[in-house]
Protein backbone atom coordinates (compact mmCIF):
# COMPACT_ATOMS: atom_id res chain seq x y z
CA UNK A 1 0.00 0.00 0.00
CA UNK A 2 1.87 3.07 -1.39
CA UNK A 3 1.53 6.41 0.34
CA UNK A 4 -0.65 8.81 -0.81
CA UNK A 5 -0.06 12.53 -1.47
CA UNK A 6 -2.07 15.08 0.80
CA UNK A 7 -4.18 16.06 -2.40
CA UNK A 8 -5.71 12.57 -3.04
CA UNK A 9 -6.39 11.91 0.56
CA UNK A 10 -8.35 15.44 1.20
CA UNK A 11 -10.53 13.87 -2.23
CA UNK A 12 -10.85 10.57 -0.49
CA UNK A 13 -12.01 12.06 3.24
CA UNK A 14 -14.15 14.41 0.82
CA UNK A 15 -15.66 12.14 -0.56
CA UNK A 16 -16.41 10.00 2.25
CA UNK A 17 -17.69 12.60 3.65
CA UNK A 18 -20.24 13.28 1.08
CA UNK A 19 -21.74 9.51 1.73
CA UNK A 20 -19.95 7.84 -1.15
CA UNK A 21 -19.13 4.30 -0.75
CA UNK A 22 -15.85 3.12 -0.62
CA UNK A 23 -15.84 1.26 -3.69
CA UNK A 24 -16.92 4.74 -5.19
CA UNK A 25 -14.43 6.40 -4.23
CA UNK A 26 -11.90 3.85 -5.70
CA UNK A 27 -13.14 4.59 -8.32
CA UNK A 28 -13.36 8.21 -8.51
CA UNK A 29 -9.75 8.50 -7.24
CA UNK A 30 -8.82 6.19 -10.02
CA UNK A 31 -10.36 8.35 -12.81
CA UNK A 32 -8.98 11.80 -11.46
CA UNK A 33 -5.78 10.39 -10.46
CA UNK A 34 -4.83 7.58 -12.03
CA UNK A 35 -3.90 6.36 -8.56
CA UNK A 36 -4.86 2.56 -7.52
CA UNK A 37 -6.41 2.37 -3.99
CA UNK A 38 -8.22 -0.59 -2.32
CA UNK A 39 -11.40 -0.30 -0.60
CA UNK A 40 -9.90 -0.96 2.73
CA UNK A 41 -6.98 1.84 2.36
CA UNK A 42 -10.13 4.15 1.76
CA UNK A 43 -11.89 3.28 4.50
CA UNK A 44 -8.98 4.00 6.54
CA UNK A 45 -9.84 7.59 6.02
CA UNK A 46 -13.86 7.68 7.54
CA UNK A 47 -13.48 8.41 11.05
CA UNK A 48 -16.44 6.88 11.51
CA UNK A 49 -15.97 3.60 10.89
CA UNK A 50 -13.41 1.74 13.51
CA UNK A 51 -10.72 1.18 10.36
CA UNK A 52 -10.29 4.79 10.60
CA UNK A 53 -9.96 5.44 14.34
CA UNK A 54 -6.30 6.16 13.84
CA UNK A 55 -6.82 9.10 11.20
CA UNK A 56 -4.99 12.07 11.71
CA UNK A 57 -6.75 14.81 13.66
CA UNK A 58 -6.34 17.19 10.58
CA UNK A 59 -8.50 15.04 8.02
CA UNK A 60 -10.79 14.15 10.94
CA UNK A 61 -11.49 18.13 11.13
CA UNK A 62 -11.87 18.18 7.58
CA UNK A 63 -14.15 14.96 7.58
CA UNK A 64 -16.80 16.72 9.91
CA UNK A 65 -16.59 20.32 8.47
CA UNK A 66 -17.03 18.53 5.18
CA UNK A 67 -20.02 16.67 5.74
CA UNK A 68 -21.73 19.44 7.86
CA UNK A 69 -21.50 21.84 4.94
CA UNK A 70 -22.75 18.41 2.41
CA UNK A 71 -25.70 18.22 4.76
CA UNK A 72 -26.60 22.41 4.75
CA UNK A 73 -26.22 22.27 0.96
CA UNK A 74 -28.34 19.40 0.40
CA UNK A 75 -30.73 21.06 2.16
CA UNK A 76 -30.98 24.04 -0.86
CA UNK A 77 -31.45 21.82 -3.88
CA UNK A 78 -34.68 21.82 -4.67
CA UNK A 79 -35.78 18.02 -5.02
CA UNK A 80 -34.13 17.42 -1.56
CA UNK A 81 -37.23 19.38 -0.89
CA UNK A 82 -40.54 17.92 0.23
CA UNK A 83 -43.07 20.83 -0.97
CA UNK A 84 -40.74 20.96 -4.15
CA UNK A 85 -41.59 17.08 -4.82
CA UNK A 86 -45.58 17.40 -3.55
CA UNK A 87 -45.82 20.39 -6.26
CA UNK A 88 -43.98 17.89 -9.28
CA UNK A 89 -45.88 15.15 -8.41
CA UNK A 90 -49.16 17.51 -8.48
CA UNK A 91 -48.29 18.47 -11.89
CA UNK A 92 -47.61 15.06 -13.37
CA UNK A 93 -50.66 13.34 -11.69
CA UNK A 94 -52.77 16.55 -13.48
CA UNK A 95 -51.06 16.59 -16.77
CA UNK A 96 -51.62 12.19 -16.87
CA UNK A 97 -55.48 12.53 -15.72
CA UNK A 98 -55.83 14.99 -18.80
CA UNK A 99 -54.20 12.09 -20.90
CA UNK A 100 -56.85 9.75 -19.80
CA UNK A 101 -53.89 7.50 -18.35
CA UNK A 102 -55.65 6.60 -15.30
CA UNK A 103 -53.05 3.97 -14.13
CA UNK A 104 -50.04 6.71 -14.11
CA UNK A 105 -52.28 8.93 -12.17
CA UNK A 106 -53.03 6.68 -9.66
CA UNK A 107 -49.13 5.75 -9.38
CA UNK A 108 -48.16 9.52 -8.93
CA UNK A 109 -51.46 9.66 -6.25
CA UNK A 110 -49.94 6.65 -4.61
CA UNK A 111 -46.40 8.44 -4.56
CA UNK A 112 -47.50 11.78 -3.11
CA UNK A 113 -49.61 9.91 -0.61
CA UNK A 114 -46.06 8.23 0.06
CA UNK A 115 -44.27 11.43 0.37
CA UNK A 116 -46.66 13.10 2.77
CA UNK A 117 -46.00 10.04 5.18
CA UNK A 118 -48.34 7.99 6.81
CA UNK A 119 -51.22 8.69 4.37
CA UNK A 120 -51.21 5.71 2.39
CA UNK A 121 -52.89 3.32 4.66
CA UNK A 122 -55.83 1.11 5.29
CA UNK A 123 -57.29 1.86 8.57
CA UNK A 124 -60.11 3.96 9.73
CA UNK A 125 -59.58 7.03 11.96
CA UNK A 126 -62.07 7.88 14.90
CA UNK A 127 -63.80 10.07 12.97
CA UNK A 128 -65.01 7.88 10.10
CA UNK A 129 -67.21 5.71 11.72
CA UNK A 130 -68.13 7.44 15.27
CA UNK A 131 -70.22 4.83 16.23
CA UNK A 132 -67.82 2.77 16.91
CA UNK A 133 -65.60 4.87 19.41
CA UNK A 134 -68.76 5.48 22.08
CA UNK A 135 -68.44 4.42 25.55
CA UNK A 136 -71.38 2.29 26.65
CA UNK A 137 -74.07 3.98 28.33
CA UNK A 138 -75.40 1.09 30.18
CA UNK A 139 -74.41 -2.58 30.79
CA UNK A 140 -77.06 -5.15 31.43
CA UNK A 141 -76.02 -8.66 33.00
CA UNK A 142 -79.18 -11.31 33.09
CA UNK A 143 -78.28 -14.26 35.21
CA UNK A 144 -79.78 -17.29 33.83
CA UNK A 145 -80.43 -20.40 36.21
CA UNK A 146 -79.03 -23.08 34.42
CA UNK A 147 -80.61 -26.01 36.57
CA UNK A 148 -83.82 -27.41 35.75
CA UNK A 149 -87.04 -25.52 36.43
CA UNK A 150 -88.41 -28.48 38.36
CA UNK A 151 -85.53 -28.59 40.69
CA UNK A 152 -85.38 -27.07 44.52
CA UNK A 153 -82.97 -24.37 45.37
Same mark, same amino acid.
Given at each position: ??????????????????????????????????????????????????????? !? #? /?? @??????? =????? &???????????????????????????????????????? !? #? /?? @??????? =????? &??????????????????????????
Amino acid at each position: MAALKNEVKSFIVQALACFDTPSQVVDAVKNEYGVVVTRQQVETHDPTKSAGKGL !A #A /KW @VTLFHDT =RKRFR &EETAEIPIANRAYRLRALGRMAEKAENMKNMALTAQLLEQ !A #A /KE @VGDVYVN =RQTKN &ENPHDNLAPIRVQVDVVDARKPDAEP
